[in-house]
C-alpha cells in the first residue's frame, strides 16, 4: 500500500509539473520573442598543447568547438609540434624587465619571419631569485612581448605562458644554472 501512494504522489508531481509548464509556456515565448540578442561571433582554430586542432566560434557569452578532423579519414588533424627556439632572456630583455633589447627584438623578427610554422606557442621562464608570485608576472610578460611581436610580423600565436621559476631546467644553485633556466621557449606548430 506504501508503495503504491509513493507511486501516486510521484505522478501527481509529475502532472502538476507538466501542467504548470502548458500554463507558464506562453509567458516564456512572450519574453523570449521581446528578447533580442546582438553580437558578434569570431570563428577560428584553436590548438590543443598536443597539436591538435579545433574548429571555435565565439559570441562572448557562449562559445562552441568542435575538433577538426579529416573528411577522407575521420582522424584528428593534429600538427607537428617540437620547441623551435629557446633564446636566453638575458639576450632579449634587460634585467627585471619585458621591454625587449633592440638586438633581441631583431633576432626574433628574423627568427618568425623565417620559421614558417603554422603557429606558434610562447613559454616565459625564469630563475628563483624573487617571489613566486613576481616570477610568475615577470614571465607572463616577456611572453607576452614575444607573443605580441611575433603577431605584429604576422606570426600566429596559440598561446602565451608564463611559468616563473616553476619548469626549470637546471638546479638554482648558480649563477651559470640560474641563467640557463631564465629563458622564453618557442614552441613551433607545423
Given at each position: 500500500m506504501a508503495a503504491l501512494s509513493?507511486?501516486?504522489?510521484?505522478?501527481?508531481g509529475g502532472a502538476a509539473l507538466v501542467a504548470s509548464a502548458v500554463l507558464l509556456a506562453p509567458q516564456a515565448a512572450e519574453a523570449q520573442s521581446s528578447t533580442t540578442i546582438t553580437g558578434r561571433v569570431e570563428p577560428g582554430i584553436w590548438i590543443d598543447p598536443?597539436?591538435?586542432m579545433h574548429w571555435v566560434a565565439d559570441g562572448g557569452v557562449e562559445g562552441y568547438m568542435e575538433g577538426r578532423v579529416n573528411p577522407h579519414n575521420g582522424m584528428p588533424v593534429c600538427l607537428e609540434v617540437n620547441t623551435c627556439a629557446v633564446a636566453n632572456t638575458d639576450v632579449l630583455?634587460?634585467?627585471?624587465?619585458?621591454?625587449?633589447?633592440?638586438?633581441?627584438r631583431a633576432q626574433l623578427e628574423q627568427f618568425f619571419r623565417s620559421?614558417?610554422?603554422?603557429?606558434?606557442?610562447?613559454?616565459?621562464?625564469?630563475?628563483s631569485r624573487a617571489?613566486?608570485?613576481?616570477?610568475?608576472?615577470?614571465?607572463?610578460?616577456?611572453?607576452?612581448?614575444?607573443?605580441?611581436?611575433?603577431?605584429?610580423?604576422?606570426?600566429?600565436?596559440?598561446?602565451?605562458?608564463?611559468?616563473?621559476?616553476?619548469?626549470?631546467?637546471?638546479?638554482?644553485?648558480?649563477?651559470?644554472?640560474?641563467?640557463?633556466?631564465?629563458r622564453v621557449e618557442i614552441v613551433c606548430y607545423r
Open positions: 509513493r507511486m501516486f504522489a510521484r505522478a501527481l598536443d597539436g591538435c630583455f634587460a634585467t627585471d624587465s619585458a621591454r625587449m633589447t633592440a638586438n633581441g620559421a614558417g610554422a603554422y603557429a606558434y606557442a610562447i613559454y616565459g621562464h625564469t630563475d617571489s613566486d608570485e613576481y616570477n610568475m608576472s615577470l614571465s607572463q610578460r616577456r611572453a607576452a612581448s614575444v607573443a605580441n611581436l611575433a603577431r605584429s610580423v604576422g606570426a600566429r600565436v596559440a598561446r602565451e605562458i608564463g611559468y616563473g621559476e616553476r619548469r626549470p631546467v637546471a638546479p638554482n644553485d648558480s649563477a651559470a644554472n640560474m641563467q640557463r633556466n631564465r
